[in-house]
């Protein structure tokens, strides 16, 4: 099991869930979830009260040799608040209006690793080690067209910046994630293109997709109706990298016209690392279930999250962290409850974010590590 604790720097009323994967030797690799008191207060004071907890981290006992990799901020009101976000041009940062439901304006899941060296290039987060890169961006966005033309500008772009790694979509992108503004009109526009953009890059049924999440969340430019993040890896065997289907549970995702994978498992000399997409409560035949009932649809999500991890030799003791997704602030209260009974030590958000189907009530991902010995392959 990884290590996992929480921290209260009650001076500035911050908790800070930690989950970390550290072996003796090599990298280590933490997940943190930030969480701020409102105390009533503006955003600024908030803000002001999370960074200073990023501050401290790295220098806290438990985080020796921590640098920061990625920032995911999650705001109540992304296009009045992002102006006050300081500017971090060596760190991967996400900004994105998916308003915390726990009374707060601000949240954060952070990763930092130890042993990696980092660097910006080419507008990407390099982190390199033992002769793979690790290829982080986030807030890549077009403010221009509708939603389809917006995503194939954004993919185009990426895909352009691959290129200069001597990468592909096809051959090197392990996750991405679409926040779509108005996901109940804007999603299928997104959905098309990114199908087009695929096949032309060799994405198919027969071949392989991406593990990613597409759910509603607002970026700061009013005029942009998509944001994308993406993690890409070079310096890897093909037969290092896997995906996760769990056909007992759910079906291929093409059949009802998405590309992208449940999710996918690479495999390093000492460490297997799991990236679940963002699952719901559905069935094998690509069927909602349990509609109209929170409870229901929370205790199937974690059903099919569960069967993925197995897939990938893993299991819950193995997450790192959990993103969770409610369409309906009302049922906060019932699944923070039941988040808190079942998985009371992994750092976890909930946030307001509606599912691309209307009749799912919750959505979550996550990101899973489990020390493992594969000495056909370099450690990570």
């Not at 690790?134 to 221009?144: F, S």
């Not at 090197?172 to 096949?199: H, L, P, S």
């Not at 009302?330 to 599912?355: H, K, N, W």
Request: hydrophobic share 35%; net charge negative; with cysteine.
């Amino acid at each position: 099991m990884n290590n996992r604790n929480i921290l209260y720097l009650e001076d500035i009323g911050v908790r800070a869930e930690v989950a970390s994967f550290r072996p003796e030797t090599g990298v280590g690799e933490w997940h943190v979830m930030l969480h701020v008191e409102s105390r009533g207060e503006r955003f600024e004071d908030q803000l002001r009260r999370m960074y200073e907890a990023e501050d401290r981290l790295p220098h806290m006992p438990g985080f020796e040799g921590a640098q920061y990799i990625l920032k995911r901020y999650f705001l109540s009101d992304s296009t009045n608040q992002q102006p006050f976000m300081r500017q971090q041009p060596d760190i991967a940062i996400s900004i994105i209006q998916q308003q915390p439901l726990d009374g707060s304006k601000v949240a954060a899941w952070l990763y930092l690793t130890s042993g990696q060296q980092i660097a910006t290039e080419h507008g990407m987060v390099v982190a390199s080690h033992n002769g793979y890169r690790h290829l982080w961006q986030m807030g890549l966005i077009c403010n221009q067209g509708d939603s389809a033309e917006q995503t194939e500008a954004i993919l185009n772009h990426y895909e352009q910046q691959l290129q200069y790694f001597g990468a592909t979509l096809a051959d090197n992108c392990i996750r991405t994630w679409f926040f779509v503004r108005d996901v109940d009109t804007q999603y299928a526009g997104m959905v098309k293109a990114r199908r087009e953009n695929f096949e032309r890059q060799g994405l198919t049924p027969a071949t392989h997709y991406i593990a990613s999440t597409g759910i509603g969340g607002g970026p700061a430019d009013t005029k942009a109706l998509i944001q994308m993040g993406t993690y890409a890896l070079t310096g890897f065997q093909p037969s290092q990298q896997r995906y996760l289907y769990a056909k007992t549970h759910l079906n291929p995702t093409y059949e009802y016209g998405v590309t992208f994978e449940r999710g996918t498992c690479v495999e390093y000399g000492d460490r297997s690392h799991v990236f679940i997409s963002g699952t719901a409560s559905i069935n094998n035949r690509g069927e909602v279930m349990y509609v109209g009932d929170i409870r229901q649809q929370t205790l199937r999500m974690w059903e099919n999250v569960e069967m993925l991890l197995s897939e990938g030799g893993m299991d819950y003791s193995n997450v790192m962290h959990l993103v969770v997704y409610l369409r309906d602030t009302g049922d906060y209260e019932l699944v923070s409850e039941m988040f808190r009974q079942r998985f009371p030590e992994i750092p976890t958000v909930i946030t307001l974010a509606p599912v691309c189907r209307p009749t799912w009530l919750i959505e979550m991902e996550c990101i899973a590590v489990k020390r493992n010995h594969h000495p056909q392959y370099r450690p990570f």
